[in-house]
């Protein structure tokens, strides 16, 4: 037995954002993830993610919240993400989350949608998604150094902010793959909140970072490029270094065995934390 469905089950709006924000940071205590989030914290959070009234539901039980799933959704690609899923300690022995996450995966798969991803967390180990059918797919980790050593400069480099625009035909190294917030329309949507940089020779984009400059430290989420050439990510960590530096430099969303986690581990960053993409096929639920 799995216990017993919430009794009121709702897509998230306007009217339930308290009762959201009361799951959320209750359902992190004591976690790594740990949010502390007021009503106007909560809505810079939702302009960032845009996430999915429609595709994000909350559980009641006896007219008490219990548990809450956020996705957001990439209606061209057919897929979804989820942001955060957790429910109230009190309902946990009650396999609620377990109820809600199933009811999120029918609505999405009965709107079309074939995949659904999502990040595993420290505190769990990464074989506990099995039980929600959400398979490892790669590892990934945030990186971190007081100030990155880099190699004397490359004159042949010349680095400046591009519009996101100028990704839609960018064509990045075979085997790269992406996190959900390295994605383009995730990129567009994030733009008022992001600085984008290339690195360009003769004049042709070679690679690009994206910075976010509203962090407390010198944080990038992407760095990626057209070749194995390292060049290009050097000098874009130089901009970054001499135009907006505040330490420690942070990376975000690094995949093992990439074009960045290449570049930055020969820049002396290390990983602070791993984890792991999640994957599950809607269709075959």
């Given at each position: ?44 959070f939702l302009r960032y993610w845009d996430f999915s009234y429609e595709h994000s539901l909350i559980g009641y039980v006896e007219g008490e919240p219990a548990a809450l799933i956020i ?215």
């Open positions: 037995m799995f216990g017993a469905m919430p009794s009121d089950v709702r897509t998230i709006n306007l009217q339930n954002l308290p009762d959201v924000i009361h799951i959320m940071n209750e359902s992190s205590r004591g976690m790594s993830f740990e949010w502390n989030l007021d009503l106007f914290s909560f809505l810079a996705n957001c959704i990439d209606p061209a690609a057919h897929e979804a993400y989820t942001v955060y899923w957790g429910a109230l300690p009190k309902f946990r022995t009650q396999r609620i989350s377990f109820l809600l996450f199933n009811e999120s995966c029918k609505k999405l798969r009965d709107d079309g949608y074939f995949l659904l991803h999502g990040s595993s967390v420290p505190d769990r180990p990464v074989r506990r998604y099995r039980f929600i059918q959400a398979s490892p797919q790669l590892s990934v980790v945030d990186m971190n150094a007081d100030a990155p050593v880099l190699p004397d400069p490359d004159p042949t480099i010349e680095v400046r902010p591009i519009d996101v625009n100028d990704l839609a035909n960018f064509s990045i190294a075979p085997g790269e793959s992406f996190h959900w917030c390295q994605r383009l329309p995730f990129l567009r949507n994030i733009a008022p909140y992001q600085d984008l940089l290339g690195a360009f020779r003769e004049n042709v984009l070679q690679a690009y970072a994206v910075s976010l400059p509203r962090a407390r430290d010198t944080t990038i989420s992407d760095l990626r490029s057209a070749s194995d050439d390292p060049s290009p990510g050097y000098e874009l960590l130089r901009w970054l270094l001499t135009h907006s530096y505040r330490p420690p430099f942070t990376a975000l969303y690094v995949f093992e065995q990439s074009y960045a986690h290449r570049v930055l581990t020969a820049a002396g960053c290390s990983p602070t934390r791993q984890f792991a993409t999640l994957s599950r096929d809607l269709r075959a639920a």
